[in-house]
C-alpha cells in the first residue's frame, strides 16, 4: 500500500501515524491494512470514573435543596473527569477506530448530561454500537436516559406529547430535513409515549403512560411503539442516504460525491450494517483519490490530539485539557445544542486560527496563553485596555522529546515536511521551509505544526 494513503487513512480513521507503523503497513495490501484496523477495534474497552460518591443514594437524597446542590456540583466536576478521561483515551487508543467512530456518533445521536451515571452510560453505549447494527443502535439510543431527559422524551405522555425526540431522531438522526411532514412528527411522539428510566438510568417504560391507540406514519397504520416507528424509519432509502453523506462528510469529503454515494446506499440499506459500510469506504478507490487527501479541516480534538501522535505530551494540570479545548471550540462532552457542532470551515475563525497557529509552541514549550475571562476567544494582545479583560495562564505540559527523537531519528527535515503535512504546501511556505532545512528537528517540526497547511488533514 503506497505511504501516502496509508497515512492518508490514518489521518482520517485515527490522529496520525508514526514513521514506524506507517513504514510497517505500507508492505501490506490494503485489505491487509484495513482488516488489521477492524481486528484491532474488535474490542470494546469501556470508559469509566470513580463514582463511589453516589453508592447508596436514592432520589430521596435530591429531595433537599441543599443535598441536591451538592450533588449536582459533584456531578459536575465527574462529568468534566469524564470528558477528560476521553481525551486521555484517544490520544492512546488501543481501539483506533472503534474511539474515532465513537467521536463521530457523539456529534450524530448529540446529547448533554450533567448526570455522570447517564453521561458515562452513554457515551460507552456510542462506543459498544459505533461498528454495529445502525438499526438496535439507534433504538438504544432512544432509551437511554441521558437521551430520554436531553431531548425531554422523559416528559412525553399520552395526555401531554412532547415531539422533541419524535423530530430530531427524523430531522438529525436518521432522515434530515424536509423528509416527513408534521403529522409524521405527532404520531411518532404518541408511539414514543411512556419512555423513562429509573435513578440509576436504567430503561423504564410505563405502560399507563404509553398511548395505545392507532397511530398512522408515514402512511402506516397500527399501535406502534418506539421500535416500530424506528422500523418504519429505516424501511425508508433515504435514511441509508443521509447516513451515508454524514460518513462521507466527516471520513472523505465534505463535498459530497453523488455516485459514491449511490455506492454506499447500496451496501448500507441491505442491513444497516455499519461496519460493513466502513469497510467498503476505506476500501474503495476514490476514498484514496488526491482530491480527499489533505483537505479535511481538523476538528479541535483532531488537531490537539494529532500533536500527541507527532510530540506525546501530558498536561501537568488536567484541567487545562478543558481549557484548550474551550479555546478552539470544541469540549468533549459538551455540544453547543442538540444539531452539535458545525464542522469544516466552521472550525476556524480569526481568534481560532491565532490559537490554533500558536499552540504547538504553547503546549511544547510551556508557554503562556491569553484568553477572556469568558474563554470564547482567544487573541494575541497588543492593546493595553483589553489586556485587563485576558486572563493570562502558563500551559504547563511535559513534552516527550525523546519518543519523538526515537521515531523521527531517521527523518530529515525534508522528509519531515511529507510526513507532518498531508496537504498541498504553497509556494511562499515551501521557499520558508526550504531556508529553514538548518533548524533543528526540533525546531522544524514545531514551525510544521504552526503552518495554517497542519491545520488540513
Known amino acids: 500500500m503506497k505511504l501516502s494513503h496509508v497515512q492518508h487513512l490514518y489521518n482520517r480513521v485515527g490522529f496520525g501515524i508514526t514513521p514506524k507503523n506507517l513504514a510497517r503497513l505500507s508492505k501490506k495490501s490494503k485489505i491487509n491494512v484495513v482488516n488489521e484496523l477492524f481486528d484491532s477495534s474488535k474490542k470494546i474497552s469501556v470508559l469509566n470514573v470513580d463514582t463511589s460518591f453516589l453508592k447508596g443514594k436514592t432520589y430521596k437524597d435530591f429531595k433537599s435543596k441543599e443535598r441536591r446542590k451538592e450533588l449536582q456540583k459533584i456531578n459536575k466536576k465527574k462529568v468534566s473527569e469524564f470528558s477528560i478521561a476521553w481525551f486521555l483515551r484517544l490520544n492512546n487508543p488501543s481501539e483506533i477506530l472503534r474511539e474515532k467512530m465513537t467521536l463521530f456518533w457523539t ?60 423530530r430530531e431522531l427524523m430531522e438529525l438522526f436518521t432522515l434530515g430535513q424536509d423528509q416527513y411532514t408534521e403529522h409524521d412528527i405527532k404520531e411518532s411522539a404518541r408511539a414514543f409515549t411512556g419512555y423513562g428510566h429509573r435513578f440509576k438510568g436504567e430503561f423504564n417504560f410505563k405502560q399507563k403512560n404509553h398511548d395505545e391507540n392507532e397511530k398512522t406514519f408515514f402512511g402506516k397504520t397500527g399501535n406502534f411503539n418506539g421500535d416500530d416507528i424506528i422500523d418504519i424509519i ?66 479541535p480534538i483532531e488537531f490537539l490530539v494529532g500533536i500527541n501522535t507527532v510530540v506525546p505530551y501530558k498536561l501537568k494540570k488536567p484541567k487545562q485539557i478543558i481549557l484548550l479545548q474551550r479555546l478552539l471550540g470544541q469540549i468533549l462532552m459538551s455540544p453547543p445544542n442538540v444539531a452539535g457542532w458545525k464542522t469544516g470551515r466552521n472550525w476556524i475563525d480569526s481568534n481560532t486560527i491565532v490559537t490554533r497557529l500558536r499552540l504547538p509552541s504553547v503546549l511544547l514549550n510551556n508557554a503562556q496563553i491569553a484568553y477572556s475571562e469568558k474563554g470564547d476567544e482567544e487573541a494575541l494582545i497588543n492593546n493595553l485596555e483589553k489586556r485587563k479583560l485576558r486572563r493570562n495562564t502558563f500551559i504547563k505540559v511535559s513534552a516527550d522529546w525523546n519518543s519523538f527523537n526515537e521515531n523521527y531519528k531517521n527523518e ?25 532545512q538548518q533548524l533543528s528537528k526540533r525546531g522544524f517540526v514545531l514551525q510544521l505544526m504552526s503552518l495554517p497547511e497542519y491545520q488540513l488533514c
Open 107 to 166: 456529534n450524530h445521536f448529540v446529547c448533554k448530561s450533567k448526570n455522570i451515571v447517564f453521561t458515562e452510560s452513554y457515551n460507552n453505549m456510542l462506543r459498544e454500537n459505533a461498528l454495529g447494527d445502525f438499526r438496535s443502535f439507534t433504538k438504544k439510543v432512544s432509551k437511554e436516559a441521558a437521551m430520554l431527559v436531553y431531548l425531554n422524551n422523559k416528559q412525553n405522555n399520552k395526555k401531554s406529547p412532547n415531539e422533541n425526540f419524535a
Open 234 to 299: 429505516l424501511k425508508q432509502k433515504q435514511c441509508a442516504r443521509f447516513i451515508s453523506e454524514k460518513i462521507y462528510s466527516y471520513f472523505v469529503n465534505e463535498n459530497i460525491n453523488k455516485k459514491h454515494i449511490d455506492e454506499m446506499v447500496n451496501v448500507f440499506y441491505k442491513d444497516y450494517n455499519i461496519e460493513e459500510l466502513m469497510r467498503f469506504v476505506l476500501l474503495s478507490e476514490w476514498f484514496y483519490d488526491e482530491e480527499n487527501i489533505g483537505t479535511k479541516i481538523k476538528s
Open 412 to 436: 530529515s527535515n525534508k522528509e519531515l515536511v511529507n510526513h507532518i503535512i498531508t496537504s498541498k504546501i504553497n509556494k511562499g511556505t515551501a521557499e520558508i521551509l526550504e531556508r529553514n
